[in-house]
């Protein structure tokens, strides 16, 4: 639908699209239209505001549809800890809910602000700058990351480690990390774990970079709620949890991360989604779905485009 992946509730609100996926607008949780179908684009709610499209531009809504900040902006991002990065021409700087400049605008790129930093690229130079948009940590890296769990990925000639909040390397740029497709960007850790590869498998590091889940999966992903999805040869395998132990194993060949208790699955090109026993909690039915959040999950199965749906399968809000 659109670049950011967060399709669903944030904040008590989700996204409606209507016209194929040319109106933009919100619904509550009782399924009510909030902000009607308006804007050429949006994204979720975060911080009481939402960034949405109009006539080309971007500004921010709240949560009665009002528009609090003014569309000015050639693209904008969410909310993150109290500041949005957003885009006027080739500059990019942060504004906080009022629509102030906390960082001017200035040229290069940013990315937006986790554990207190941001990272960015100022001139040819990549670094993390503080919420007062001040340089805190110099890098010489090819690729930084935002910090997660109180370290960041950095690469440095296709290796990846990690810095921590003092840009103190931590784990040395020795970590092999490349999809069978190409390359990619590590996702760092969650839940105390890191996917990397070696000899061309995936397998887990800690903190300390010691390989504690052996090398043996030919894809592997993120933990989610103590479960990580793994895939051997193509087809997937099963769920490990955090000692490497498959604790659920099927059968399908495509599922999804686990979000509060739910992950998705594809049997015969539809999408259902099972429990963590493995047990099928909503039929195969749907041509796409996203992650269960705030108790709902979008759905469509080709015939009334957007639809949320809870944990029943009992619809709140359909496209009509």
Not at 7 to 22: K, N, Q, T, V, Y
Not at 175 to 186: L, Q
């Amino acid at each position: 639908m659109d670049k950011n992946d967060n399709i669903g509730f944030s904040e008590g609100m989700a996204r409606i699209a209507l016209d194929g996926f040319s109106k933009w607008g919100f619904i509550d949780r009782t399924g009510v239209v909030v902000v009607p179908a308006q804007f050429e684009n949006a994204w979720e709610f975060s911080g009481g505001l939402a960034a949405v499209r109009s006539n080309g531009k971007w500004g921010y809504v709240d949560k009665k549809g009002n528009l609090r900040i003014p569309a000015q902006f050639d693209d904008a991002e969410s909310f993150a800890e109290g500041l949005a990065c957003v885009r006027v021409g080739r500059k990019f700087g942060f504004i906080d809910s009022s629509g102030s400049y906390v960082v001017q605008p200035q040229d290069g790129n940013a990315g937006s602000f986790s554990e207190g930093m941001a990272p960015v690229q100022l001139d040819k130079n990549l670094c993390f700058i503080d919420h007062a948009g001040q340089v805190v940590i110099r890098t010489t890296f090819g690729t930084i990351a935002a910090f997660r769990e109180g370290l960041a990925v950095v690469s440095e000639n296709n290796l990846f480690g990690f810095i921590d909040p003092t840009g103190r390397v931590v784990l040395p740029t020795k970590f092999v990390y490349e999809w069978p497709t190409g390359k990619a960007m590590p996702q760092g850790f969650s839940e105390g774990l890191a996917p990397f590869q070696v000899e061309r498998k995936f397998g887990y590091i800690n903190r300390k970079g010691e390989l504690v889940i052996p090398a043996q999966y030919y894809y592997a992903f993120a933990f989610r709620e103590g479960l990580a999805r793994v895939y051997e040869h193509r087809g997937f395998t099963g769920y490990i949890d955090h000692t490497g132990k498959v604790v659920i194993k099927t059968s399908y060949r495509n599922v999804g991360d686990f979000s509060e208790g739910l992950a998705s699955f594809e049997q015969d090109r539809k999408w259902g989604f099972l429990d963590k026993t493995g047990a099928v909690v909503l039929d195969a039915a749907y041509d796409s779905v996203w992650p269960f959040q705030e108790g709902f999950a979008l759905v469509s199965d080709g015939k009334h485009g957007m639809t949320y749906v809870d944990a029943r399968g009992s619809i709140l809000w359909k496209e009509r």
